[in-house]
């Protein structure tokens, strides 16, 4: 079984800034990509950040010079980090993980997802 903890969310006044961090524990073999999530009242939940087991990142446009997401291979572990944060990013941010179970298992991997860790940003 696979589980993922996020931590690090929290309130914080425009302009400050936060690290979020997510930790997959359980039956891993590999770490196909592991990325961030948000979801604002109201809205559809949206891709923030992802980024490969190869280093590969993406970055949703409103979020590209301010966040910065990155992964410890050794730990399992992907963090993001949020600078320069505006009322606009408040949401429940969802931590999300594509990962292979076992070396006989398929290349692409099964989803995982994590519970939700709210960022409120206060103007």
């Known amino acids: 079984q696979v589980q993922l903890v996020e931590s690090g969310g929290g309130l914080v006044q425009a302009g400050g800034s936060l690290r979020l961090s997510c930790a997959a524990s359980?039956?891993?073999?590999?770490?196909?990509?592991m990325g961030w999530y948000r979801q604002a009242p109201g809205k559809q939940r949206e891709l923030v950040a992802l980024?490969?087991?190869?280093?590969?990142?993406n970055y949703t446009d409103s979020v590209k010079g301010r966040f910065t997401i990155s992964l410890d291979n050794a730990k399992n572990t992907v963090y993001l980090q949020m600078n320069s944060l505006k009322p606009e990013d408040t949401a429940v941010y969802y931590c999300?993980?594509?990962?292979?179970?076992?070396?006989?298992?398929?290349?692409?991997?099964?989803?995982?997802w994590g519970k939700g860790t709210l960022v409120t940003v206060s103007s």
């Open positions: 359980g039956t891993i073999f590999s770490i196909n990509a």
């Open positions: 980024v490969t087991r190869g280093g590969t990142t």
């Open positions: 999300n993980a594509n990962i292979r179970n076992s070396f006989s298992t398929l290349r692409y991997g099964r989803d995982y």
